[in-house]
């Protein structure tokens, strides 16, 4: 089991950055990929970026050039900078991680509550 907790969240008018955090109450060194998903009021909830533990990144078209995932094994923790905000970027923002564990032979998800961002215009 692993919990995870963001935080960050903010309102900032377009053009600005944000920098979320998300920490993981163990550490995350196994696990296999951690991420940040987004939901914006009566849209579905969409995959924003994703990191492996080896470090390979991957983004949603719609953030790539202007949001950076990482991860900090040491911290516990993997961050989303945002930078060159949007009023399109505004909904709540959720941590994920996907770790296969040896209990059940089997991958497992786990979520944060999620932070808000909102970006004016």
């Known amino acids: 089991q692993v919990q995870l907790v963001e935080s960050g969240g903010d309102l900032v008018q377009a053009g600005g950055s944000l920098r979320l955090s998300c920490a993981a109450s163990?550490?995350?060194?196994?696990?296999?990929?951690m991420g940040w998903f987004r939901q914006a009021p009566g849209k579905q909830r969409e995959l924003v970026a994703t990191i492996s533990s080896g470090g390979a990144a991957d983004y949603a078209d719609s953030v790539k050039g202007r949001f950076t995932i990482s991860r900090d094994n040491a911290k516990n923790t993997v961050y989303l900078q945002m930078n060159s905000l949007k009023p399109e970027d505004t909904a709540v923002y959720y941590c994920h991680a996907a770790a296969f564990e040896s209990d059940d032979d089997a991958y497992h998800d786990y979520w944060g509550q999620g932070t808000q961002v909102t970006v004016s215009s």
């Open positions: 163990r550490s995350i060194f196994w696990i296999n990929f």
